[in-house]
C-alpha cells in the first residue's frame, strides 16, 4: 500500500489552532483536535471543517477517540479534564481526580466505559458516561502516554519514561513488557486486529511491534525524524507521522519501512487516522489536516 494521490487539504479557519489528533467518528467524518485553539472539529469527506469552540480556549485538547456512547472523547491536557462532545456539537467536560494529573492518551474500553492515562500521576483510569472515575496505579514517574483497547480484552499503553508498555486488565491488574532499546520513549500505540500492537518510539526512532513471539523493533530511516503517533491500516500494515521530518511512513508486518514527505516540511504531522473509506487523514500542528488515497 502507498500514498498515491492528495485528495483534499483542509486548512483550518483558526489561525495557530495547532491540528494534533484525529479519530473516525460515529457519523462518517473525521474528529480533530486544535491544542492551541481549545476546539474540536469536524472534517466531512466532500471537504467542509466545521470547528467547535470548548468552554476554554486553553484547555488544550489532546488526543481523541469515539466513545462507546456514540459520542467523542477527548483529553484536556491543559486544565485536567476529559471532554465529551456528540456529532451535533454540543460538548461538556470532566474534571479528572488529582493535583494537575495532565490527562493524554485516551480510548474506548471494552467495558462500556472511556479509559485514559494520566502523565504527571501516572494513571490508567476510567470514567464512564455519568462521570465516574476509577484509577488505576502505573509506576510513578513512567509517563504513560498513549492508550488503546486490545482484541484480548485489555488495556495496553506507552510508559514514555518507563520504557516498557504496560498491561492493564479491566479489575486494575497491571504487567509490564520492558523494551530492548534503552531510550526508547514509546509514545504512539495501536491495536491491529490480529491482536498485534504496534507503537512509536521516539527516542530511539523506531516502530515496535508486539506480538505472542515478543517484541520487534524496526528502525526507520532518520533516526532523529520523532516518530509520534500510529495507525493500522486495512492491509495490516502500520502508519506513522515523522513530525521533526515532516514526513509519514509506513511499516509492513515483515518489517519494510517506506517513508513518504508530506507537501511542506516544516508542517509537523502529529495524529494519523483512517477513515471507513479507508483514506487516511494526516493532522500537521503546522495548520493543515491532509487527506490522502492509498492503493
Known sequence: MTLTRLIHTYALPTPGAGPYALTA?????????????????????????DEFPLDSPDCGPTLITAGPDGALW????????????????????????????GPYGITAGPDGAVWFTTVHTATVTRVTPAGEFTEHALP??????????????????????????????????ISLHPLPTPGAAPV???AAP????????????HIGRLTPGGIT??????PRCRPHAVAVAPDGSCWY????????????????????ALPT?????????????GTLYVAQESGEVTRWSLT
Open 74 to 101: 477527548f483529553t484536556r491536557n491543559r486544565d485536567h479534564r476529559i471532554g465529551r462532545i456528540k456529532p451535533d456539537g454540543e460538548a461538556r467536560s470532566y474534571a479528572v481526580p488529582g493535583s494537575e494529573p
Open 194 to 205: 490480529d491482536g498485534t500492537l504496534w507503537f512509536a518510539q521516539i527516542g530511539s526512532g
Open 25 to 49: 467518528g460515529p457519523d462518517g467524518n473525521v474528529w480533530c483536535t486544535l491544542v492551541h485553539a481549545g476546539r474540536i472539529a469536524r472534517l466531512t469527506p466532500g471537504g467542509r471543517i
Open 241 to 260: 507521522t515523522a513530525w521533526a521530518t515532516g514526513r509519514i511512513g509506513r511499516v509492513t508486518p515483515s518489517g519494510t519501512v517506506t517513508e513518504f
Open 217 to 222: 523493533e524496526h528502525p526507520v530511516p532518520d
Open 140 to 173: 510513578g514517574g513512567s509517563f504513560p502516554s498513549f492508550v488503546t483497547t486490545a482484541p484480548d480484552g485489555a488495556l495496553w499503553c506507552t510508559l514514555n519514561q518507563g520504557n516498557a508498555l504496560a498491561r492493564i486488565t479491566i479489575t486494575g491488574e
Open 188 to 190: 504512539g500505540l495501536t
Open 265 to 277: 516540511p516544516a508542517c509537523e504531522p502529529h495524529g494519523l487516522a483512517f477513515a471507513p473509506d
